[in-house]
């Protein structure tokens, strides 16, 4: 590397570039976000449009997770050879056909190939792998830089929940589709294309100095194999109430409405999780951060199981919320203190990957356990189990980040 492209660099991390960059990236990732909640919003008109049960109902947002994931890898690969703008592009494109062509679709089955193959993937490129190359810019600020790209999820959860419900009473879910749709591509092309630069070369060091990659007594094969189990567990456990509140209110007769205010409640809290949990990273670690996170949500979950009027279930989603919003982007942290920043798209990737897979399996467990029980109560208790056991997996790296490194 040339001096020149040193100094670039060195002027770029956590730089006046990098934090505009990542308010650019927020703004994209709040957008975008709509592939993942909004099928959630319109799950119950779903469910009595194509008279289907609870679990089919789920299966297309199951089929989103699905292509969420597989986006993540495979645009998480992309971004560690051609940059970041050109994959979120085409991404764009592809949602907001997916949400125009989602409203035309006649099946449960249709929707579900759409939501997964179009709309799952195409919102992928705003949550991984945005994550992973706004990494790149930061050094000193990485935590707090992380969790703010990635609390751009939870404001499209905060946002898209509480506007959809009135264009969904005004026209019903499918014209609300369509103008979602249509909104991803008249703003989102233009916001790719401001994200043009390419990310600073490895090598440069920050203005504070680059930090060294952490020692632990583990390789990164199995490093990246435990924070795979760990973040499956997680997200099992966290998708029971993120998926399945609206139905829960619908049952308890609460109604659409007030299900998705509790949602919305939710993610903002978990945006204030996210926020703070990378300032607590930036000082503690990510495995520490996750831990403590991973312990909250388990006690949450345990709050919503005797606690089921129309209060009580606004202030348990707003702690559900505040305990576990900032557990999955401190398993980009993880990675980027463990594992080298020339793999962090690819590792990014695949660790999110098993995050949506554990919400996409979750979804449906979940709708499965209510079809299989007529009650949610089980549900719950079996959220709790796979959340102790991303418990159980970061107890032991954190015991292995005490001991020496492995050679």
Not at 69 to 75: D, P, R, S, T
Not at 145 to 162: C, D, E, K, T
Not at 199 to 206: E, F, K, R, S, V
């Amino acid at each position: 590397m040339d001096q020149t492209q040193r100094l670039r660099d060195a002027a770029d991390i956590d730089g006046a570039y990098a934090w505009t960059r990542l308010a650019i990236s927020v703004l994209l990732a709040t957008i975008g976000g709509a592939g993942m909640w909004a099928v959630v919003v319109v799950l119950p008109a779903v469910q009595a449009e194509f008279g289907v049960d609870r679990a089919g109902a789920s299966l297309p947002y199951t089929a989103t997770m699905l292509g969420f994931a597989f986006g993540n890898v495979m645009i998480g690969r992309l971004i560690d050879s051609v940059g970041y703008w050109r994959p979120a592009l085409l991404a764009s494109v592809l949602l907001g056909g997916g949400f125009i062509l989602a409203s035309l679709t006649t099946s449960v089955a249709q929707l579900a190939i759409v939501q997964g193959v179009m709309i799952g993937a195409g919102s992928s490129a705003v949550f991984g792998p945005l994550i992973a190359d706004i990494s790149h810019w930061f050094q000193r600020r990485r935590g707090v830089a992380v969790s703010a790209a990635a609390a751009g999820n939870y404001l499209a959860g905060a946002f898209w929940p509480i506007v959809m419900p009135h264009m969904m009473a005004a026209e019903g879910w499918r014209f609300a589709y369509a103008a979602v749709g249509v909104v991803c591509l008249v703003t989102m092309v233009p916001l790719a294309f401001l994200l043009r630069r390419s990310a600073p070369l490895h090598d440069a060091a920050g203005p504070n100095g680059a930090r060294p990659v952490r020692p632990i007594s583990i390789s990164p094969s199995a490093l990246q194999t435990l924070l795979i189990v760990a973040g499956l567990g997680c997200c099992v456990a966290m998708s029971m109430p993120q998926v399945h509140i609206v139905a829960y209110c619908m049952d308890l007769g609460y109604g659409v409405a007030r299900g998705s205010e509790m949602l919305a409640i939710m993610l903002a809290a978990g945006i204030i999780s996210r926020m703070a949990s990378g300032f607590v990273a930036d000082r503690i670690g990510g495995i520490r951060t996750i831990l403590i996170g991973s312990v909250l949500q388990g006690l949450s979950l345990l709050l919503y199981i005797p606690f089921d009027g129309l209060a009580s279930l606004y202030v348990v989603s707003a702690v559900f919320g505040l305990s576990q919003g900032g557990i999955v982007p401190c398993y980009a942290i993880v990675v980027r203190e463990y594992m080298p920043a020339s793999e962090a798209g690819s590792r990014v990737g695949i660790v999110i990957m098993s995050t949506i897979i554990g919400m996409a399996l979750g979804g449906w467990m979940s709708g499965w356990i209510y079809d299989a029980t007529g009650s949610y109560a089980a549900a719950f208790l079996n959220g709790i189990a796979w959340n102790l056991l991303n418990v159980t997996v970061m107890t032991l790296l954190l015991w292995k980040s005490s001991r020496p490194a492995v050679a």
